[in-house]
């Protein structure tokens, strides 16, 4: 295969739908047990552990082994998952020390960044947790509490992403692009850039308005390729759109749609070149994100909610839509390919060090950070008829694939960067001779939530209604919607994005979807 001969239709259609926050040890760790299988680096050596800060009880033990998660709700509280977070999570290092139990915005430099030829020793997770704890919940954790960040997933507790895993090909070495948030890896996804970014705001409204890196999206539309992004209409404004604003802007009105549009155009086979799925970053998640909600939780005494199953029942039905369509024209199974992938690891437990990475551009980041190191390994799996099952890539690969393997394959002009121009393609990965027939793929259902766990979901369900406050990437999204509005009337942003209650906020995400993404307000919506 060559993208000069793409001729079997191996990828007419590309769909990738990207979660939150997840490592691959976190979810795919334990997927096969010592012995199984030689290639693949999982949780099979049991003396995986991490130190545990001598500050808190339990510190006598002295270091805090991984192990299968015992509820599906950990770690919980939600990690830190910044770029100061990440550093003392892969090194080990909190500098200066009063960063310790500092909240994000409070932080100073070197923002734990480590000395020059500190090696990444994966050490930190249970110090940075610990940390993180303090300063989220004003107190110190029980070892029980802090455990929970070297928990692992079993794969009876998820038996979607793990079927698919273990039903086509999957990679035990794909890494997120920086190591650090959410914001800066969707916009390598598409851009192999964040324009010198690591952190979702502060100020507010920056991605919206600073990043102006071309993207993928553009060369799609160049080349005459059809592409949509969809939401959960629940979300309201979709964080694609957003933190792409300067370029995408022309394209807000009728390439953004809702995830029940995406539904109907897979049955029917009218799928774009190429769909963007966003989860659910909102209540309730469908993105698998950890809780972020726990102080506000503890006070209420309402047990941890389950944090996966909705994104499991998710990638479930996307999963089905692409085996089971109903029209043998257009999109359909032989011709899509599905990316399930991560934007990254958002602290939780790895044990694999991220390697060197080729700089974007020769220019200093954002805190210091060269963009001259991959974020932390991500779970991701290639669903195709073409695709071997039960195949492990052990080769790395890196979320800049995705924009790499289009450009290739569809012809869509020089690299973006010079990072996308390094990264490997997927389409030698594409290997059978011959499709294998939707019979053959794998049956899935998500689990059955336990009945504490579906109490836990019925109070995500209730979240928006109790709680006044913004989740803090709600937030980081009223600010760029805010600030492209304001630009694009040429006034001063419509309210505050960091004071904005929550009814204020979701009534100014709705206007502004009513205004500029006609897509999704006028789109399906079950």
Known sequence: MSAANPSDHRLDHVVVVMFENRSFDNLLGYLFKAGNTPLYEGLQNPELSNPIPAYVAGASSSRLPVHPAIGMAAPYPDPGEEYPHVNTQLFGTVDPERNAFSKIRDMQPPFNAPPAGCPTSMSGFVTDYVNQFKAEMDRLPSSVEYSQIMSCYTPDQLPVLSGLALGFTFFDHWFCEVPSQTYCNRSFFHAATSSGFVLNSNPPGKFALRNDARTVFNQLEDAGKTWAVYIDPLQILPATGLIHASNLWPYFADHFRTIYDFYF????????????????????????????????????????????????????????????????????????????????????????????????????????????????????????????GG???????????????????????????????????????????????????????????????????????????????????????????LAHEARVNRTTPAADSETASHREAHEHLRRIRDKMFRGIATGRTQ
């Open 265 to 388: 155009e897979a049955e029917r086979g009218i799928l774009p070149n190429y769909s963007f799925i966003e989860p659910n970053m909102f209540h309730p998640h469908t993105d698998m994100h950890p809780h972020s909600g726990a102080r506000f939780a503890e006070g209420l005494h309402v047990p941890p909610p389950d944090t996966i199953i909705g994104g499991e029942r998710l990638l479930a039905r996307i999963y089905n839509s692409i085996r089971h369509p109903t029209s043998a024209e257009g999109s359909n199974w032989e011709n899509t390919a599905l990316l399930v992938t991560f934007d990254e690891h958002g602290g939780t437990f790895d044990h694999v060090p991220p390697p060197p990475a080729v700089p974007p551009d020769s220019s200093v980041g954002e805190e210091g950070f060269q963009f001259d190191r991959l974020g932390v390994r991500i779970p991701t799996v290639l669903v195709s008829a073409w695709a071997e």
């Open 391 to 481: 195949k492990v890539v052990v080769d790395s690969f890196r979320s800049t694939s995705l924009v790499r393997t289009l450009r290739d394959w569809w012809t869509l002009g020089s690299s973006l960067t010079r990072r996308d121009a390094d990264a490997p393609t997927l389409a030698s990965l594409l290997t059978r001779e011959n499709p294998r027939d939707p019979k053959d793929w794998p049956d899935l259902q998500p689990r059955t939530p336990e009945p504490l766990e579906r109490l836990g979901e019925d109070f995500l369900r209730e979240w928006e209604e109790l709680h006044p406050h913004l989740e803090r990437l709600e937030r980081d999204l009223l600010g760029d919607a």
